[in-house]
């Protein structure tokens, strides 16, 4: 009777200690992705590249959509045709963000030929009082989050993160920006 209680500890053991090993595999795994997101994401802002791009290929026709504006005005990316669009998608919750907007704002004042429009993560109410609070004169354009079939078909890896999308509606160059230096060079980097 004792041998058989033995027995079955050990084989409880042995599948404790199982699992644990299958747990610390897949945190291995895991962890190792969020290392190369990490490292995407802070590119730009230590001034080198990835090999990989990230985002939606450059060359490409940016996907199409129509959203209401802070105004609740219908805005859609076909309104600028002709024209450089600068695409920023933001969120009211990133602390990244809102260091970012006094540097979107200068930008958009100083480059009359890059029409910038802002898809901003947050309740409309959130982003209107952003719009009041930043003065900002491009639209805004309010999604409820990660989900949003928008920032599905822009492959959007995260905020602030940027499309140069050229007056043909091509997308030129895509990226993670925090100065305005850096948000120029984008732009620059994605010239026609």
């Known amino acids: 009777m004792a041998e058989s ?3 079955v500890l050990l084989l409880i053991l042995m599948g404790v200690v199982i699992l644990l090993m299958i ?4 945190l291995f795994i895991r962890m190792n992705q969020l290392q190369r997101e990490v490292l995407t994401a802070l590119a730009p802002l230590q001034g080198g590249t990835m090999e990989q791009e990230i985002g939606l290929e450059r060359g490409m026709e940016a996907p199409v959509f129509t959203l209401p ?3 609740r005005q219908m805005v859609a ?5 002709g024209q450089k669009v600068l695409l920023a ?8 963000c809102k260091a970012m907007y006094p540097h979107l704002k200068a930008f958009s004042e100083n480059q009359e030929d890059v029409q910038v429009v802002m898809i901003s993560q947050g309740s409309a109410e959130e982003n209107r009082q ?11 354009l309010p999604i409820s989050g990660w989900d949003d079939p928008v920032i599905e078909e822009y ?15 091509v997308i030129r160059n895509a990226g993670f920006a925090g100065t305005l230096e850096q948000l120029e060079i984008l732009v620059e ?4």
């Open 23 to 26: 747990a610390i595999g897949g």
């Open 69 to 71: 504006d802070t105004a």
């Open 89 to 96: 998608f933001f969120s009211t919750h990133c602390s990244a």
């Open 77 to 81: 990316l076909r309104d600028f045709a």
């Open 5 to 7: 209680k033995t027995d």
């Open 155 to 169: 492959q959007v890896p995260g905020t602030p993160f940027f499309y140069v999308i050229d007056g043909e509606g």
């Open 130 to 140: 952003l719009v009041q609070e930043q003065g900002f004169t491009f639209p805004v």
């Open 189 to 192: 980097g994605g010239a026609e």
